[in-house]
T-cell receptor, first 113, second 113 residues
Framework: DAGVIQSPRHEVTEMGQEVTLRCKPI?????LFWYRQTMMRGLELLIY????????DSGMPEDRFSAKMPNASFSTLKIQPSEPRDSAVYFC???????????FGSGTRLTVV | LAKTTQPISMDSYEGQEVNITCSHN???????ITWYQQFPSQGPRFIIQ???TKVTNEVASLFIPADRKSSTLSLPRVSLSDTAVYYC??????????????FGSGTQLTVLP
């Protein structure tokens, strides 16, 4: 079991550029979560998918953020256009059943300059 | 929405038992209590989850009193490698509401030699 795989591990981009973060959940897990972590705000849940369907995106900060899950093995979080305040570590997590604990990926450290 | 309160930091020595308490005075009937551990530059790792009374696994115990307004994570005989941030998470896992699944500020546990 390779765990939840996120790419890239680090991303540095210029303000205004589009950024795409990728996540491969654990096979068989039907729930997927995107979190953002900063020193100021801690861990924030952005969006939650169940069986590839977005259940609640009320945590997405604004329209510049979008997330998709085209199939059970892949999800993306896109920021367009990116801003310096988007700099954070973005985590993807998955679980086979919402009542079980989540397995987190190693995260993508995004820096927008 | 159940708000959680944890100590910001705790220190302990190797070999001691550590108890971290989380207050959640307005916990709802359907809420579960989950604890995660996070090392620097890594995603959170699930430790234990419970609804009431006591739950024990190979790494920790979780004590939940009858009123469920607090919970205590107990780590037996800690080692230096247990130095991490510990998060208490309270929420209705099946609610589908992103705001129900937000992490608190966590407790920085430092284990000293």
């Amino acid at each position: 079991d390779a765990g939840v795989i996120q790419s890239p591990r680090h991303e540095v981009t210029e303000m205004g550029q589009e950024v795409t973060l990728r996540c491969k959940p654990i096979s068989g897990h039907n729930s997927l979560f995107w979190y953002r972590q900063t020193m100021m705000r801690g861990l924030e849940l952005l969006i939650y998918f169940n069986n590839n369907v977005p259940i609640d995106d009320s945590g997405m900060p604004e329209d510049r953020f979008s997330a998709k899950m085209p199939n059970a093995s892949f999800s993306t979080l896109k920021i367009q256009p990116s801003e310096p305040r988007d700099s954070a570590v973005y985590f993807c997590a998955s679980t086979e059943e919402v009542y079980y604990g989540y397995t987190f990926g190693s995260g993508t450290r995004l820096t927008v300059v | 929405l159940a708000k959680t309160t944890q100590p910001i930091s705790m220190d302990s020595y190797e070999g001691q038992e550590v108890n971290i308490t989380c207050s959640h005075n307005n916990i709802a009937t359907n809420d579960y209590i989950t604890w995660y551990q996070q090392f620097p530059s890594q995603g959170p790792r699930f430790i234990i989850q419970g609804y009431k009374t006591k739950v024990t696994n190979e790494v920790a115990s979780l004590f939940i009193p009858a009123d469920r307004k607090s919970s205590t994570l107990s780590l037996p005989r800690v080692s230096l490698s247990d130095t991490a941030v510990y998060y208490c998470l309270v929420g209705d896992l099946a609610s589908g509401s992103a705001r129900q699944l937000t992490f608190g500020s966590g407790t920085q546990l430092t284990v000293l030699p």
